[in-house]
């Protein structure tokens, strides 16, 4: 079963930047995806990346600002943020899906997530 452990997230003032990481074993094997979910708001849907790393970014606000990558070599899924924002304050997620691509994503494996605060 795969253990997915997000780590990366951090305090950071407003316009900074943050990567965030997603490893477990066998993890290139796997679609993944990043969401997010601040207090009192629902989650969100941020991006996927397929296992040959084609990639799709869901939320708006993320265009132009998050990048998703993957190093299949060390079974990990980064989450580079720049310019982040108070609003982009939340914990965040990474899940799997064992679909070949974004398009029929179905995750059923989620990390236990990381907290990005951003303020002054």
């Known amino acids: 079963q795969v253990q997915l452990v997000e780590s990366g997230g951090d305090l950071v003032q407003p316009g900074g930047s943050l990567t965030l990481y997603c490893t477990a074993s066998r993890l290139h094997e796997y679609t993944v995806g990043w969401f997010r979910q601040a207090p009192g708001k629902e989650r969100e849907e941020i991006s996927c990346?397929?296992?040959?790393?084609?990639?799709?970014t869901y939320l708006d606000s993320a265009r132009g600002r998050f990048t998703t990558s993957r190093d299949n070599t060390v079974d990990t899924v980064l989450l580079r943020m720049d310019n982040l924002q108070p609003e982009d304050a939340a914990t965040y997620y990474c899940a799997t899906s064992g679909t070949a691509n974004c398009y029929n994503r179905r995750y059923d494996r989620w990390g236990q997530g990381t907290q990005v605060t951003v303020s002054s």
């Open positions: 990346i397929s296992r040959n790393r084609a990639r799709s």
